[in-house]
């Protein structure tokens, strides 16, 4: 079983429709929970970020975080065209020797469509 | 700056030869990381290194090589290619520090290497 699971879709919908990704895991040292974005033949980039447990919100993307449950959520409201990507949750430990190990989940890809 | 770069962009190898992915950063950043992503497997660690003279393994290191020897650069050393090590591979760099009080750690992609092993 892979320490991080995803649900790799694909994803479909219309734009301006709530979307909701989810990551669960099971290695209970994970403290960092991230989201990357990677656009078709792009490397990943970093969207959001949470430490620990809770939610942070930025503009239309909300992370949650639920370590009791290991589960972790992305929302994006008001879904774009533009939001079309793979969204790949990754997770780390906490200690020097683990800031440069990203555990990956396998990506969800998402469409949304006009 | 032009962040983290990698070279070739692609490259086609026959079954055994030997090749040197490379990485370069110029954030000035402590830790390097490769990866490699094949479709439904999202990325997978194959070695990191926390700062020059420093490597370790990942999750998928049978191989490959590293070595660190400046902290600009972060070789990926394939010995002997084989099929199953057709991928598309990214190196990533980070820097540990405190942003108004929450502690991160991005990680910054480089454009990644397509690499086809026949």
């Known amino acids: 079983q892979k320490e991080v699971e995803q649900d790799p879709g694909p994803l479909s919908v219309p734009e301006g429709a709530i979307v909701s990704l989810n990551c669960t895991y099971s290695?209970?040292?994970?403290?960092?929970f991230m989201w990357y974005r990677q656009y078709s033949r792009k490397g990943p980039e970093l969207l959001m970020y949470?430490?620990?447990?809770g939610n942070k919100e930025d503009g239309r993307f909300t992370a949650q975080v639920d370590k009791s449950s290991k589960y972790i959520s992305l929302f994006i409201r008001d879904s774009q065209p533009s939001d079309s990507a793979t969204y790949l949750c990754a997770m780390s430990a906490s200690g020097r020797t683990s800031y440069g190990k990203l555990t990956f989940g396998q990506g969800t890809i998402l469409t949304v469509h006009p | 700056n032009a962040g983290v770069t990698q070279t070739p962009k692609f490259q086609v190898l026959k079954t055994g030869q030997s090749m040197t992915l490379q990485c370069a950063q110029d954030m000035n950043h402590e830790y390097m990381s490769w990866y490699r992503q094949d479709p439904g497997m999202g990325l997978r660690l194959i070695h990191y290194?926390?700062?020059?003279?420093?490597?370790d393994q990942g999750e998928v290191p049978n191989g490959y090589n590293v070595s660190r020897s400046t902290t600009e650069d972060f070789p990926l050393r394939l010995l002997s290619a084989a099929p199953s090590q057709t991928s598309v591979y990214f190196c990533?760099?980070?820097?540990?520090?405190?942003?108004?009080?929450?502690?991160?750690?991005?990680?910054?992609f480089g454009p990644g290497t397509r690499l086809t092993v026949l």
């Open positions: 290695n209970s040292a994970f403290q960092y």
């Open positions: 949470t430490y620990s447990s």
């Open positions: 290194s926390v700062g020059a003279g420093i490597t």
């Open positions: 990533a760099s980070s820097s540990f520090f405190s942003l108004s009080g929450d502690s991160i750690h991005e990680q910054f």
